[in-house]
C-alpha cells in the first residue's frame, strides 16, 4: 500500500487518499470524482447524484456524468428529464419538437396533437317562446351536445355546443296558473262538501230510521192487546115468520 494510501477511510471508502479522498468505494457503492475548485475529490455514494448515471463493473462501479442539456439520464443517450430550455423525446432533449408533435410546457415533454372532439347533437327540443309552450304560432327549438375531448395547445378548437332554429306550431291558448289552481281548489272544496253532505244524510237517515223502529217497539210493549167482539148474528134469536 502507497504511504498516502489509507485503509482506515470514512464514508464508504475501502481506500482513500488525504488529498484525493476515496480512491475505491466498499460494494454496491458508486464512485464519483466531485469537483471542488481546482480540485477533485472522490466520494462514495449509495445512487449517483442528479445529471450523473451509474455503470457497474466487475471492480468498481462508477457514476458518469450525463449530456450537456440532459438533467437525468439512464446512460449517456438515453435522458429522462431535460435542463430549462429543451423538451423530452425519445430520450433526446430538443429546443423544437418534431413536426407533427408539440411542446408541453408543463412537463417539458414533445407530445402528440390532441383535436378538439364533440359528442353527437341531441334531439330538438320542444318548440317554445319566452320559456312557454303556449300562445305561439312561431317559436325556437334548440339542440345541444357535450365536448368529450378538449384540445391541446395546437389542437383544433371545440365547435358549438348548442344551436337553434325557427319552428312552427298550432296555436293553442294558455291556461292561466292562477285561474287553473284557484279552479281545482273550487273543485276540491265542493267535492269535500257535497260529501260532507251526504255523509250527514245518510246519518240523519239512519237516527230517523232507528228512532222510528224504537217507538214502534215502546209502542207494542205498552198498548194492551184488544179483545175480538162477539159476533152479533150468534146472539140473535129466531123469528117466528109463522104469524
Known amino acids: 500500500v502507497h504511504p498516502n494510501v489509507s485503509q482506515g477511510c470514512q464514508g464508504g471508502c475501502a481506500t482513500c487518499s488525504d488529498y484525493n479522498g476515496c480512491l475505491s468505494c466498499k460494494p454496491r457503492l458508486f464512485f464519483v470524482l466531485e469537483r471542488i475548485g481546482m480540485k477533485q475529490i472522490g466520494v462514495c455514494l449509495s445512487s449517483c447524484p442528479s445529471g450523473y448515471y451509474g455503470t457497474r463493473y466487475p471492480d468498481i462501479n462508477k457514476c458518469a456524468k450525463c449530456k450537456a442539456d440532459?438533467?437525468?439520464c439512464f446512460t449517456r443517450n438515453f435522458c429522462t428529464k431535460c435542463k430549462s430550455g429543451f423538451y423530452l423525446y425519445s430520450g433526446k432533449c430538443l429546443e423544437k419538437c418534431p413536426d407533427g408533435l408539440e411542446a408541453n410546457n408543463h412537463t417539458m415533454e414533445c407530445t402528440s396533437i390532441v383535436h378538439c372532439e364533440a359528442s353527437e347533437w341531441s334531439p330538438w327540443s320542444p318548440c317554445t317562446k319566452k320559456g312557454k309552450t303556449c300562445g305561439f304560432k312561431r317559436g325556437n327549438e334548440v339542440r345541444v351536445r357535450e365536448i368529450v375531448q378538449h384540445p391541446s395547445a395546437r389542437g383544433n378548437p371545440c365547435p358549438a355546443t348548442s344551436e337553434s332554429r325557427k319552428c312552427i306550431v298550432q296555436r293553442k291558448r294558455c291556461q292561466k296558473e292562477g285561474k287553473g289552481k284557484k279552479n281545482r281548489e273550487e273543485k276540491r272544496k265542493k267535492?269535500?262538501?257535497?260529501?260532507?253532505?251526504?255523509?250527514?244524510?245518510?246519518?240523519?237517515?239512519?237516527?230517523?230510521?232507528?228512532?222510528?223502529?224504537?217507538?214502534?217497539?215502546?209502542?207494542n210493549k205498552t198498548q194492551p192487546k184488544k179483545r175480538k167482539a162477539p159476533n152479533k148474528e150468534q146472539n140473535l134469536a129466531p123469528v117466528d115468520t109463522a104469524h
Do not use: M, V
Request: hydrophobic content about 5%; some cysteine.
Open 70 to 72: 440532459c438533467d437525468t
Open 191 to 219: 267535492s269535500n262538501k257535497d260529501e260532507s253532505k251526504e255523509t250527514r244524510q245518510e246519518s240523519k237517515g239512519r237516527a230517523a230510521r232507528r228512532q222510528n223502529r224504537e217507538q214502534r217497539e215502546n209502542n
